[in-house]
C-alpha cells in the first residue's frame, strides 16, 4: 500500500510542477497584455516584462525538479505560440517593439536546448545560468540603453550605447558569480570565469540582427561557463 502511495505521488508530482509553472506565466502575460493594452507604458517595456519574467521559469523548474522532457516539451509550445505571434496579432506584448524579430521563437528554442541538455544531465545550474543571463542582462541593457544611455555605437550595422552594454556586462558577471556559487565555493577561479562569461555574453549580445542574441547568448554563455568549470577543482 505505501509502495501505491509512493507510485501515485511521483507520477503527479510533475504535473503538479508544471501547474505552478502554468500559472506563473498564465499571470505574467496577463499583466504584460494588461500594461499592452490600457497602459501608457512603451511596447519595449511590456515586451521586457515578458521576456525577463518567464527567464526566471528555469529557476522554478530547477527547485522542483521538472524532468528535461517537461521542459523541451513547454519550450516546443511556447516556441510555436511565438511563431504565430510573429505573423498574427495573438500576444502583442510579445511582438511591440516596432520591428520584425525573432527574437521571442530564439529565446524559446536556447530555453528547450540548454534544459533538455543540462537537466538530462542532472547540471541545471548551467541551463539557469545561460538563460538568466539572457533574461536579466538583455533585458535590463535594454531598458537602460534606450532610456537612459548617452553614449551611443554602432556595430555590424547595429546601435547599441555603452551604457547598456555596460549594464549587460555587470549583470551577467553577477548571474554567473550567483549561480556558481551555489554549487562550488566563491574563488578568485570563479570570479574569473564569471568575467570571462560576461565578456563573451556582452559581445553576443552586440549582434542581435533577427534577435538571434536570443539564441547565442544563452548557449554561449552556458557551455563556456560549463567547459571553464571543468579546470575548477
Given at each position: 500500500m505505501a509502495n501505491l502511495a509512493f507510485a501515485l505521488e511521483m507520477s503527479t508530482a510533475?504535473?503538479?510542477a508544471i501547474a505552478w509553472v502554468g500559472i506563473y506565466l498564465g499571470v505574467l502575460i496577463l499583466i504584460a497584455e494588461t500594461l499592452n493594452?490600457?497602459?501608457?507604458?512603451?511596447?519595449e517595456v511590456t515586451r521586457k516584462i515578458v521576456h525577463i519574467g518567464s527567464g526566471q521559469v528555469v529557476l522554478l523548474a530547477w527547485w522542483l525538479k521538472i524532468p528535461a522532457w517537461i521542459g523541451v516539451g513547454a519550450a516546443i509550445v511556447a516556441g510555436s505560440v511565438a511563431i504565430l505571434s510573429y505573423f498574427l496579432p495573438i500576444l502583442?506584448?510579445?511582438?511591440?517593439?516596432?520591428?520584425r524579430s525573432?527574437?521571442?521563437f530564439f529565446y524559446a528554442?536556447?530555453?528547450?536546448?540548454?534544459?533538455?541538455?543540462?537537466?538530462?544531465?542532472?547540471?541545471?545550474?548551467?541551463?539557469?545560468?545561460?538563460?538568466?543571463?539572457?533574461?536579466?542582462?538583455?533585458?535590463?541593457?535594454?531598458?537602460?540603453?534606450?532610456?537612459?544611455?548617452?553614449h551611443p555605437y554602432q556595430l555590424w550595422g547595429i546601435r547599441k550605447t555603452w551604457e547598456g552594454s555596460l549594464t549587460m556586462l555587470v549583470v551577467s558577471f553577477v548571474v554567473t558569480v550567483l549561480i556558481l556559487g551555489i554549487i562550488q565555493p566563491i574563488s578568485?577561479?570563479?570570479?574569473?570565469?564569471?568575467?570571462?562569461?560576461?565578456?563573451?555574453?556582452?559581445?553576443l549580445e552586440t549582434f542581435s540582427k533577427f534577435g538571434i542574441d536570443n539564441l547565442t547568448v544563452p548557449l554561449g554563455s552556458a557551455i563556456l561557463a560549463f567547459s571553464l568549470s571543468q579546470f575548477i577543482p
Open positions: 510533475p504535473w503538479s493594452r490600457f497602459s501608457d507604458q512603451p511596447g502583442p506584448s510579445l511582438e511591440s517593439v516596432g520591428r525573432l527574437g521571442t528554442i536556447s530555453m528547450g536546448l540548454l534544459i533538455g541538455y543540462f537537466f538530462s544531465r542532472q547540471q541545471p545550474e548551467y541551463a539557469a545560468l545561460g538563460i538568466l543571463i539572457m533574461a536579466w542582462g538583455d533585458g535590463l541593457a535594454a531598458l537602460i540603453g534606450q532610456n537612459f544611455g548617452q578568485l577561479s570563479l570570479i574569473a570565469i564569471a568575467l570571462i562569461v560576461a565578456i563573451l555574453a556582452t559581445f
